[in-house]
């Protein structure tokens, strides 16, 4: 199975990786972690992309706060799925890092999930791994039927409840 790469543009991002990571886990899909920032490391993130696909990555998430360059700068070395994660930062809550991952020029495509939306990003890393991989879409609809059967245990739980 090919594997994911999870960039992070600072250690203070790791909370947010963190929720990927678990998922990945979970999935049993194969992850390497790696800190390189789009300003202060710009050669080795710029290596990491450009390497991805001969080095077995399907998809990359990354992981950045306030400027969030991370994402486009991976992206812009790489024809791999990029999907961004929005990290909150201590200004505008988020709000400058959800911006500058959407906003990318055309041609240059990153997928954006919710600020700080580690899980979502994994999830979706496993989506486009599972066009092709049949035993990881099985796995993903089996999350799916245990996470829809947990809100019915609390819609019973609530509606006995308040009867």
Wanted: glycine letters at 8%; aromatic letters at 4%; a neutral charge.
């Amino acid at each position: 199975m090919k594997k994911v790469g999870i960039v992070m543009g600072s250690e203070s991002d790791l909370p947010i990786v963190e929720k990927a990571i678990k998922v990945l886990k979970k999935l049993e899909i194969p992850f390497e972690v790696h800190v390189y920032s789009a300003h202060r490391t710009p050669e080795q993130a710029r290596a990491f992309a450009l390497n991805a696909r001969a080095n077995g990555f399907a998809a990359i998430i990354a992981a950045a706060g306030m400027a969030a360059h991370l994402a486009g700068a991976l992206a812009a070395n790489t024809t791999l799925p990029v999907i961004g994660i929005p990290c909150a930062g201590s200004n505008l809550d988020g709000l400058d890092a959800l911006l500058s991952t959407v906003q990318m020029p055309s041609g240059i495509p990153v997928a954006a999930v919710a600020v700080n939306g580690g899980a979502n990003a994994a999830l979706l890393a496993a989506q486009i791994i599972a066009v092709e991989d049949a035993s990881l879409a099985a796995r993903l609809d089996g999350r799916r039927r245990e996470e829809a059967g947990k809100v019915l245990l609390k819609d019973a739980s609530l509606t006995e409840q308040y009867k």
